[in-house]
């Protein structure tokens, strides 16, 4: 990783910052409509780069607790999916829904932080 500045996220929120305050205003209506949606992809961009690692190790340790065995994510998962589709793992096994509802929010968390879904679900503490 590069130690230098201005770093990776500080570019990027550059370029967010850029769209959102200048580039949106001053843009006619469907240009603005595009330039909105570019900062919106910066943003989803940024917050992915900063939660990615957290959230997959997250994720495997959940899917290591279900499957009982090591594995990669990428491995893990499609044994999850390969469980699931054969019923070896019901879709409503208390453990399953627990890991794809943490699943769900760590994706609105770095789709969409300001969903009112993701901003309840973190008050409650989820």
């Not at 996220?9 to 330039?35: C, K, N, Q, T």
């Not at 957290?54 to 279900?66: F, K, M, N, S, Y």
């Not at 999916?81 to 609105?108: C, T, Y």
Request: cysteine-free; overall charge negative; charged content about 35%.
């Amino acid at each position: 990783m590069r130690t230098d500045r201005p770093s990776v996220d500080e570019l990027l929120e550059a370029v967010e910052e850029f769209l959102r305050d200048h580039a949106m205003p001053a843009l006619p209506g469907h240009l603005s409509f595009h330039a909105r949606v570019a900062a919106n992809v910066v943003g989803i961009t940024r917050r992915e780069i900063a939660q990615s690692d957290q959230i997959e190790a997250d994720q495997l340790q959940r899917l290591v607790g279900i499957l009982k065995h090591e594995g990669s994510l990428k491995d893990l998962n499609r044994e999850l999916s390969e469980k699931i589709r054969s019923g070896d793992i019901k879709w409503d096994d208390p453990v399953l829904m627990d890991h794809n509802q943490k699943f769900a929010i760590e994706e609105l968390g770095v789709d969409n932080p300001r969903y009112s879904a993701f901003k309840k679900a973190m008050e409650e503490g989820a």
